[in-house]
């Protein structure tokens, strides 16, 4: 049993010294100084002592509590620095060895989509040109053979900023100021953006949506010449199977005017549901440049013609992954974009 503080002070700085872990260390701290510590009894002593012996024992005790206490700390963080050492030497990385895959998201499907178009027609020699998204409104109509009042105007249904600026309703402006921009043909451009109309949304339209056309101008172009590319783009985007049929319309920058039509992936053409039994999807409009619409971009239709194409890329999506919603691309559902 200890009595003195002197033999007090050198027995529990040995047993500091010799504590392996901090589960040892706190439980001498609390043999000295819990509520019936050693170090705590010889200080409650204190008051049961002659008055003139009670400052000498407080200075006394007060100087080998400051003492012990100095040495748990001390010993405290030699553990932590030990415990670390074995941590460092047992749990050490080795930065050689290949860390853990790290989740990565990916190109938006519709992004997927519309750069595998831009590849297959740049592999042809078309260029991607890009125009802006607020248009005015001669470029938007007018440039087109859209003039004011005419019926087919009534089509797109625009989102006006001024009588003179709109959201563009197609990409078609941006092969105007192609024209201008490069004036001398021959001129093999394609046009990918957005474009907006106001259209209530729904399964198969949304008052904005994505769009690429094509625009080819050039001496003696015909209209086998552009069935040949249509062909070629389809093929290369959903197999060699398929097929591309041109049926006779009507739009006002392009004559004769044509809409084209891609066989059924679903049944290959036998007629299905998706396909409404007829075997045929339709996917865009077509036809020979107008010659007003090379007047307007500073061609001269005497020399030149061209051919033009048209079609939604959200639309392409669809009959490539045979989506039957487009409002599934831009609800932003990972259990639905994490599928491509």
């Known amino acids: 049993m200890i009595h003195g503080p002197e033999q007090l002070l050198n027995d529990y700085k040995s047993q500091i010294a010799a504590t392996r872990d901090e589960k040892e260390l706190e439980q001498v701290r609390v043999a000295l100084f819990g509520n019936s510590g050693a170090m705590t009894n010889l200080i409650k002593e204190i008051p049961g002592l002659p008055k003139e012996e009670r400052s000498d024992r407080g200075r006394l005790l007060n ?18 620095v030990e415990r670390l050492a074995d941590i460092v030497e047992t749990e050490a990385i080795d930065i050689t060895f290949p860390g853990p895959p790290l989740g990565q998201g990916h190109l938006h499907v519709l992004t997927q989509v519309r750069r595998q178009i831009e590849t297959v027609l740049e592999s042809l020699g078309y260029q991607v040109e890009l125009g802006p998204e607020v248009e005015t409104e001669w470029y938007n109509f007018e440039a087109l ?4 009042g005419h019926p087919a105007r009534e089509n797109w249904d625009s989102f006006y900023f001024t009588p003179e600026l709109l959201l563009r309703a197609h ?30 949304p729904e399964a198969t339209r949304l008052p904005y949506f994505s769009q690429v056309e094509g625009l080819a101008i050039d001496r003696a172009l015909t209209v086998g010449d552009m069935k040949g590319t249509l062909l070629y783009m389809i093929q290369s985007l959903y197999g060699i ?15 004769p005017s044509f809409e084209f039509d891609v066989t059924c992936g679903i049944c ?17 409009g077509c036809g ?4 007003q619409v090379l007047r ?18 959200e639309r392409m999506a669809m009959l490539k992954h045979d989506v039957d919603d487009i409002r599934l691309f831009y609800e932003s559902d990972l ?3 994490e599928q491509f």
């Open 288 to 291: 020979m440049v107008h010659p």
């Open 171 to 200: 990409t078609s402006p941006v092969q105007i100021r192609a024209m201008q921009r490069i004036k001398e043909p021959p001129i093999y451009i394609i046009t990918p953006g957005r474009c907006y109309r106001r259209d209530a």
């Open 145 to 148: 053979n859209l003039t004011a």
């Open 335 to 337: 259990r639905f974009l």
């Open 63 to 80: 100087g080998i509590k400051q003492q012990l206490e100095g040495a748990i700390a001390a010993r405290l963080g030699e553990l932590r």
């Open 268 to 284: 290959n053409g036998m007629g299905c549901k998706s396909c409404r039994h007829k075997g045929w999807l339709e996917v865009g």
């Open 241 to 255: 199977e398929r097929k591309v049929r041109v049926r006779p319309s009507y739009f006002p920058f392009t004559e």
């Open 296 to 313: 307007n971009g500073g061609i001269d239709p005497t020399e030149w013609n061209g051919y033009a194409w048209g079609f939604g890329i």
